[in-house]
Structures are given as structure tokens and as C-alpha cells.
């Protein structure tokens, strides 16, 4: 049974950059089956999609963070990240990676981690 | 992007009501959206997906239809654990997209 888990610091600072990894269990994150995501919700409000990493390392952000986002996938440690430089506090939110097919239109989210809450103050 | 527009934001029931939520488009998408249930505290939980199909193990008090723009979730005969925010997603294009969301209250 696939798990995810979210980690990384649950406090930055405004204009520093906000790591998160999630570290995959009970399938490996090279399967050609899925996309990898992240998914946030700051607190109160409604889910945004924030963009997704396939194992080959091939990416695709959300247009309004794509300036500042970058997705990465270490395959040797089961594991992908989320780095979105210049935070602000409009970046305060609950982060979800999540997991989802590789079936065109079949772009489900059956697969969630727990969620990491992540402020971001001076 | 498509924009999801959820309505009513809240709904007050009682235990054995029927609830029905709606969930619109910006443009034809289809069947291709999904409905998510979240408690506090968890993460959104899949019920529907495709519009119509339900998620393994989720009850048969939940349905879904629709196609197009206009969607709907109803939930029958409302249960103590259904009190929860109800999210729809679209799975049309990228960017994923989801609706605002619709509290179910205990009235």
C-alpha cells in the first residue's frame, strides 16, 4: 500500500526559499504509471494545484507560481521536492503531495500524504 | 485556466437528510471531474471521480452526475461522519483546478 510523507521545516522566513520533500513508501517513484504532486492549502481556504514531477524528471507548475517553483525527483532515495524561492506570507499554507495517474483526463488524486503545515514569518 | 465554482459555500442538515452540492465549470470539461470529502485536520479524501464513479469503499449514499459545465454530488440520507468540506476538481486541462469548497454543518 503506497504512503506519502511530507517533511521540512514548518517555519521561513519571508524572501527565503521553501524546501519540502516527500518521501515515498510501498512503490517506487519510477513507475511510468504516475505523475508526483504538490498541492497546497493555506489555512481556511480552498486547495490549489501547485505542479507535478514525473520520474524521468520532466515537470509542469501551475502557471502563477512558476517563476518562482522548482520540482525535483531523487529516484535513488524514493523521494521528490518542492523548492519556491522569495516566499511570502500569501505562501503560508498546508502542503500536500500527492500522487496521481499518467492517464490523459485521468488526473485523480487517490493518493495524499498527511499534509505539513508551513508559516511563513519573520 | 478553468475556473470551479462550488455552490452553497455552507449547508446546514440533519442526520438522515439528503444534501446536494453543485459544482460549475468555466468551460466543457466533460465528465472529467472528481469530488474530494476533507475533515479537519486530514487530507481531501476521493468519493467521485469521472463525474460519476464511485471510489472503492466510499458508501453508495454518495452519487454524482452531470457532464458538460454543471455538476452535482448528493449525499442520502446524511450520516454523522459526512459533516465535512466537499471539494470538486477538474481533470480536463492543466492547470488542475478545484472549487472552492462547501461546508456540510450539522443544523
Known amino acids: 500500500q503506497v504512503q506519502l510523507q511530507e517533511s521540512g521545516p514548518g517555519l521561513v522566513k519571508p524572501s527565503q526559499t521553501l524546501s519540502l520533500t516527500c518521501t515515498v513508501s510501498?512503490?517506487?517513484?519510477?513507475?511510468?504509471?504516475?505523475?508526483w504532486s504538490w498541492i497546497r492549502q493555506p489555512p481556511g481556504k480552498g486547495l490549489e494545484w501547485i505542479g507535478y514531477v514525473f520520474h524521468s524528471g520532466d515537470t509542469l507548475y501551475t502557471p502563477s507560481l512558476k517563476s518562482r517553483l522548482a520540482i525535483s525527483v531523487d529516484t535513488s532515495k524514493n523521494q521528490f521536492s518542492l523548492n519556491l524561492h522569495s516566499a511570502t506570507a500569501a505562501d503560508s499554507a498546508v502542503y500536500y503531495c500527492?500522487?496521481?495517474?499518467?492517464?490523459?483526463?485521468?488526473?485523480?488524486?487517490?493518493?495524499w500524504g498527511r499534509g505539513t503545515p508551513v508559516a511563513v514569518s519573520s | 485556466d478553468i475556473q470551479m465554482t462550488q455552490s452553497p459555500s455552507s449547508v446546514s442538515a440533519s442526520v438522515g437528510d439528503r444534501v446536494t452540492i453543485t459544482c460549475r465549470a468555466s468551460?466543457?470539461?466533460?465528465?472529467?471531474l472528481a469530488w474530494f470529502q476533507q475533515k479537519p485536520g486530514m487530507a481531501p479524501k476521493l468519493l467521485i471521480y469521472?463525474?460519476?464513479n464511485l471510489q472503492s469503499g466510499v458508501p453508495s449514499r454518495f452519487s454524482g452526475s452531470g457532464s458538460g459545465t454543471d455538476f452535482n454530488i448528493t449525499i442520502n440520507n446524511l450520516q454523522l461522519e459526512d459533516f465535512a468540506t466537499y471539494f470538486c476538481?477538474?481533470?480536463?486541462?492543466?492547470?488542475?483546478?478545484f472549487g472552492g469548497g462547501t461546508k456540510v454543518e450539522i443544523k
Open positions: 500527492a500522487r496521481f495517474p499518467r492517464i490523459t483526463h485521468g488526473w485523480f488524486f487517490r493518493v
Open positions: 469521472t463525474a460519476s
Open positions: 468551460q466543457d470539461i466533460s465528465r472529467r
Open positions: 476538481q477538474q481533470a480536463n486541462s492543466f492547470p488542475l483546478t
Open positions: 510501498g512503490d517506487s517513484i519510477s513507475t511510468s504509471d504516475y505523475y
